[in-house]
């Protein structure tokens, strides 16, 4: 079955380690995003990428980091530069970014940093 | 700035009613808007809505757009406990972005 793949589920870290997020997707998906989920905010874009090689900044982009090495792999870099890192991130994909593709998304991670 | 707002925040109804939720949205260079329904995890997408006045229908769950008025409702009918969920409305602008309201979440009681 075709689908998102974030991983792991939940993850631990001490504050002023770099972690990093794992999102792969086999929907041969062009563009991929990540979000981040806080309670009471509605869901905030970081980065997103439209093509392999390439990504931008999103709203919310200061402290993470991500590559887009292929089209089916986009992880997310949370670095110690996040002043606020604890939240709930999502991985989406669409089949390209325009307006009549939606997004899927996987499962999310659940970073807690101490 | 681009605003969306989800009213009621929260809801409680029984099974069987009928309930509607609201979004209005302000944002710039606006697309589309789309519905996704958050149980536990990973959001699913319910309905894109390009066009006013042209309602989307999928089983007891149906949405509406009015784009002069800029805001959308989604309608679920006889509702069952496996509709609680938190519910987003997310207005896509010509940046392709969706830009995600706070949700509201919906708990259905037997």
């Known amino acids: 079955d075709g689908g998102i793949t974030q991983s792991p589920k939940y993850l631990f870290r001490k504050e002023g380690q770099n972690v990093t997020l794992s999102c792969e997707q086999n929907?041969?998906?062009?563009?991929m995003y990540w979000y981040r989920q806080d309670p009471g905010q509605g869901l905030r874009l970081i980065y997103y990428?439209?093509?392999?090689?390439?990504?931008q900044k999103g709203d919310i982009a200061e402290g993470y980091s991500v590559s887009r090495e292929k089209k089916e792999s986009f992880p997310l870099t949370v670095t110690s530069a996040q002043k606020n890192p604890t939240a709930f991130y999502l991985c989406a994909s669409s089949t390209r970014m325009t307006a009549n593709s939606p997004l899927h998304f996987g499962n999310g991670t659940r970073l807690t940093v101490t | 700035e681009d605003k969306v707002v989800q009213s009621p925040l929260s809801l409680v109804v029984h099974e069987g009613d009928t309930v509607t939720l609201n979004c209005s949205y302000e944002v710039t260079n606006f697309r589309s808007l789309l519905w996704y329904k958050q149980e536990k995890k990973a959001p699913t997408f319910l309905f894109m809505l390009t066009s006013s006045g042209i309602e989307k229908k999928s089983g007891r769950l149906s949405s509406i757009l009015d784009k002069k008025e800029l805001f959308s409702i989604l309608n679920i009918t006889a509702t069952q406990t496996g509709d609680s969920a938190i519910y987003l409305c997310?207005?896509?602008?010509?940046?392709?972005?969706?830009?995600f309201g706070t949700g509201t979440r919906l708990t259905v009681i037997p």
């Open positions: 990428s439209q093509i392999v090689n390439d990504f």
């Open positions: 929907l041969n998906h062009d563009a």
């Open positions: 997310a207005p896509q602008t010509g940046a392709n972005n969706l830009f």
